[in-house]
């Protein structure tokens, strides 16, 4: 697919241009993969696939356009990675993160993204380096689904609708991708709720255990390792511009098996905006409206910057903040 020359705005303008500017689209309809390829791929014999097939698919090497049609068609027929009250949950180690860039490495980093107009205190906010004591724990295999909300919504329909659903409708051939456009209070609820159903301690994860998980604690940039692939990731580079079924891009796994760490949503943690020990308050647009919510990894709205491990964004009631979560589990056995 021809890419198209990108233009972004100036790093102060990014929350008040629209989300198609600050995503480095043109105005005018601008195709992305998953469009170019319609019909998408050959879809001959795959919807008598059976569930399991079809979620070996998603997670093989093949085309995106054929994983993402085997993810629309699971979502359609149910797909068995999927199961509301018994999530997917992979164990992480305990062990010594040292979470945070140091103050000489900024300007490597802003080096290493100079064609996408970073501003310096974005980086800023990872400095100083500290270390962290991580005890073992579980998270979450992908992202809460949209399937997984609905479960929620089910018993407890006064809790917070997503935006992104229109008219509060789940769309059904999304069920499996994630959920995003829903508050952190609302994500709090889910996982109380969970924890109420399954008998289990479900809850989110902290900030230093989401970079743990993602990065294993040996300073990769990214979960799979320190290059970035546009096919390792649902971010502004891939061009899909939409959420994709969780799971789709297999090479993104990061050091403990974990997927869509890095794009597809944004992950709330349970973790509120402060500077790290020695560090300085970063006073920026997130920080106008008062304290707000850490999240990590990016998604499909932004650019590869945000996919870092070690990157911190926050949450903001804004069409271009693309926010999920994902679950942790304290270890009980």
């Given at each position: 697919?021809?890419?198209?020359p990108?233009?972004?705005?100036?790093?102060?303008?990014?929350?008040?241009?629209?989300?198609?500017?600050?995503?480095?689209?043109?105005?005018?309809?601008?195709?992305?993969?998953?469009?170019?390829?319609?019909?998408?791929?050959?879809?001959?014999?795959?919807?008598?696939?059976?569930?399991?097939?079809?979620?070996?698919?998603?997670?093989?090497?093949?085309?995106?356009?054929?994983?993402?049609?085997?993810?629309?068609?699971?979502?359609?027929?149910?797909?068995?990675?999927?199961?509301?009250?018994?999530?997917?949950?992979?164990?992480?180690?305990?062990?010594?993160?040292?979470?945070?860039?140091?103050?000489?490495?900024?300007?490597?980093?802003?080096?290493?993204?100079?064609?996408?107009n970073?501003?310096?205190?974005?980086?800023?906010?990872?400095?100083?380096?500290?270390?962290?004591?991580?005890?073992?724990?579980?998270l979450?295999?992908?992202?809460?689904?949209?399937?997984?909300?609905?479960?929620?919504?089910?018993?407890?329909p006064?809790?917070?609708?997503?935006?992104?659903?229109?008219?509060?409708?789940?769309?059904?051939?999304?069920?499996?991708?994630p959920?995003?456009?829903?508050?952190?209070?609302?994500?709090?609820?889910?996982?109380?709720?969970?924890?109420?159903?399954t008998?289990?301690?479900?809850?989110l994860?902290?900030?230093?255990?989401?970079?743990?998980?993602?990065?294993?604690?040996?300073n990769?940039?990214?979960?799979?390792?320190?290059?970035?692939?546009?096919?390792c990731?649902?971010?502004v580079?891939?061009?899909?511009?939409?959420?994709?079924?969780?799971?789709?891009?297999?090479?993104?796994?990061?050091?403990?098996?974990?997927?869509?760490?890095?794009?597809?949503?944004?992950?709330?943690?349970?973790?509120?905006?402060?500077?790290?020990?020695?560090?300085?308050?970063?006073?920026?647009?997130?920080?106008?409206?008062?304290?707000?919510?850490?999240?990590?990894?990016?998604s499909?709205?932004?650019?590869?910057?945000?996919?870092?491990?070690?990157?911190?964004?926050?949450?903001?009631?804004?069409?271009?903040?693309?926010?999920?979560?994902?679950?942790?589990?304290?270890?009980?056995?």
């Open positions: 697919m021809p890419r198209h990108i233009r972004l705005p100036e790093p102060h303008a990014i929350n008040s241009v629209s989300p198609r500017t600050a995503m480095g689209l043109p105005p005018a309809y601008v195709s992305g993969q998953l469009n170019d390829n319609l019909p998408l791929a050959d879809s001959r014999g795959l919807l008598g696939e059976p569930g399991d097939a079809l979620s070996h698919l998603i997670h093989e090497g093949y085309p995106p356009p054929l994983r993402y049609l085997a993810g629309t068609v699971l979502a359609l027929a149910g797909d068995p990675r999927i199961q509301p009250l018994n999530p997917k949950m992979l164990p992480v180690p305990g062990g010594l993160l040292r979470m945070g860039t140091e103050a000489s490495e900024v300007d490597r980093v802003l080096a290493r993204f100079n064609d996408l970073l501003a310096r205190p974005w980086i800023e906010k990872e400095v100083p380096t500290w270390t962290v004591s991580i005890p073992p724990f579980r979450g295999r992908y992202p809460v689904t949209n399937l997984e909300y609905v479960a929620f919504l089910q018993d407890c006064e809790a917070a609708l997503p935006t992104s659903w229109a008219f509060g409708q789940m769309p059904p051939e999304r069920a499996n991708h959920v995003y456009s829903v508050p952190l209070h609302a994500a709090q609820q889910y996982v109380s709720w969970l924890s109420q159903k008998g289990r301690p479900f809850r994860p902290t900030e230093a255990e989401w970079e743990w998980a993602a990065s294993g604690g040996d990769r940039e990214y979960p799979w390792g320190s290059t970035w692939t546009d096919d990731a649902n971010t580079e891939s061009h899909c511009w939409m959420t994709t079924p969780v799971g789709m891009f297999p090479k993104g796994a990061g050091p403990f098996g974990h997927l869509d760490l890095a794009g597809n949503v944004e992950e709330l943690v349970d973790t509120y905006y402060g500077p790290y020990p020695g560090g300085r308050w970063i006073d920026d647009d997130l920080a106008a409206s008062g304290p707000y919510p850490i999240t990590r990894g990016g499909f709205t932004r650019f590869r910057d945000l996919g870092r491990c070690k990157r911190r964004h926050g949450y903001l009631d804004h069409p271009l903040y693309a926010i999920g979560f994902r679950i942790a589990e304290d270890m009980t056995d």
